[in-house]
Structure formats: C-alpha cells, structure tokens
C-alpha cells in the first residue's frame, strides 16, 4: 500500500496573479506548504502536481529543491491530472493539499492515512475545520471511477464534490476531537489579496525559519487578537458564491 499527499498549483490565477510564488520571509508561499508537508511522517510519497503549461516548470525546480516528486498534467482537469500521477508513481490513496491551503496541518495529514488504514474507506473528508486547514483522503480507485464516469473536462473548481455529492462512495467525515481546532468559520486558504494580508499577519507572528507552526498556534493567535480573522472574513459568501457557480459536476453514468 502506497501513499502519496498531492499538492496541486499553477501559476494561472484571476484574482491573486501567481499567488504560489510571492515571497514572505524570504520564501515562495510553496514552498512554506511544502515544508509543512514533509513533516508529516505517514506519507510515502509526496507529489507536486502542476500542469504542461511551459510557465509552469518553475516548479519542477521548486520540488527537486525540497527532494518531492513533481507531474506534469492536464491544466484544468485535476482529476485526470491525479490519476495520471497516482499510475506513475504507483500510488493506492491519496491525501489532497490544494496548493491554495498553506496552512494544511501535517498533522491532519497523518490523521487521514491512519484512519484510511484503520478503515478502508474511498474517501475521507474533514468538518469543522477552519477552510483551508484540512487534507482530503481519496482512494485511487475512486479517482479512477470518476475519471470513466464523468461528462466534464474541466474539473478545476469544486472538483472534490464528485467524491462527496454524487453518492458513488462512501464518505468518512472527521472531525477534530481537539475542541480548540474547531472554527469553520475562520478562513485561511488564498485566494484574494485580502487572503495574502492574512497569511503574512500570521507568519509575522509564528514564522520561525526550520520550524513548522501547526494549526493549533494559530488558532491561539487568533483567540488574543481576533481582528487578524477579521482581515478576510468578509469574502466568504463571495467564495461560496464562486465556487458554486463554477463548479461543474457531471456524470454519464453511475453504474
């Protein structure tokens, strides 16, 4: 059984123009994600998943520098973009890191594999969490069962709904049992510059070069000085709103 964390990222962004590579405290956004990655201590694997687009190799070196694997795949299908590199590298299940989510918790990472391992299940998604703090757990034969089943070629946005709304698979929900971690209001993905002021509010207080800060620290930040949630908060419903109109779930057939 082989396990791989994929972290997808491009450059191509309407509303945060390259996002993945501006710098705070001297490094790219990703490669701060992918030093949290690498403290996990389940994973296998972990696999940088950009697209064949030439301006996008950047970060083929941004992921022999932190010694992870890379792929190169379709731009806007993600899914087929997984499932090509889960066949390449011999991958059995997956945990999902948008390249967005810079402030995924490693150990959230390591929290899915155990409970794929205990479990067996398709797929494994967390509540209750801030946005942008969780991991997604995908078996590759799901992957593969959306890839035949699906009518739609772009799967960028809201991609991760074949796996939970269509009723293919059985759903694993977790939530934390930590109480502290649990704010789903709270907002830490990046998509709009109000996102990127956020971000830097944090790693002003918790960066500490060589040290991972995990999802608790920041929780606690937040908690004494609750205007730096403030900074994006108001651009959820305009998230949600986005999300919903663009995704695009289609199937041909279910069985």
Not at 188 to 204: G, Q, R, S, V
Not at 218 to 228: A, G, Q
């Given at each position: 059984m082989k396990i791989g964390v994929f972290i997808p990222v491009r450059l191509g962004s309407s509303r945060l123009r390259k996002k993945a590579l501006i710098k705070v405290k001297g490094k790219t956004l990703i490669e701060h994600l992918i030093e949290r990655v690498n403290t996990a201590k389940l994973p296998n694997i972990v696999v940088l998943c950009t697209t064949t687009k030439p301006d996008d190799?950047?970060?083929?070196d941004i992921a022999r520098k932190y010694g992870i694997e890379w792929f190169k795949g379709s731009e806007k299908d993600i899914i087929d973009r997984y499932f090509k590199a889960a066949l390449k590298y011999d991958v059995d299940f997956i945990v999902n890191v948008d390249g967005d989510d810079i402030f995924c918790d490693p150990q959230l990472i390591d929290r899915t594999i155990e409970v794929f391992l205990e479990t067996g299940a398709s797929v494994i998604k967390w509540n209750d969490l801030p946005l942008g703090a969780s991991p997604m757990g995908i078996k590759v034969e799901a992957l593969k069962r959306i890839r035949e089943v699906k009518d739609e070629k772009d799967t960028e946005t809201g991609w991760g709904m074949y796996f939970t709304n269509?009723?293919?698979?059985d759903v694993k929900y977790l939530v934390p049992d930590d109480e502290e971690l649990k704010h789903p209001e709270v907002r830490?993905?990046?998509?709009?510059?109000?996102?990127?002021?956020?971000?830097?509010?944090?790693?002003?207080r918790l960066y500490i070069p060589g040290k991972v800060f995990m999802l608790k620290d920041?929780?606690?930040?937040?908690?004494?000085?609750?205007?730096?949630a403030e900074i994006n908060k108001g651009i959820?419903?305009?998230y949600w709103k986005r999300l919903r109109k663009r995704a695009k779930i289609k199937l041909r057939r279910t069985t």
């Open positions: 190799s950047v970060f083929i269509t009723g293919l698979f830490m993905t990046l998509d709009y510059p109000e996102d990127l002021k956020f971000a830097k509010e944090i790693f002003n920041i929780l606690r930040v937040l908690k004494k000085e609750p205007d730096i959820q419903d305009k």
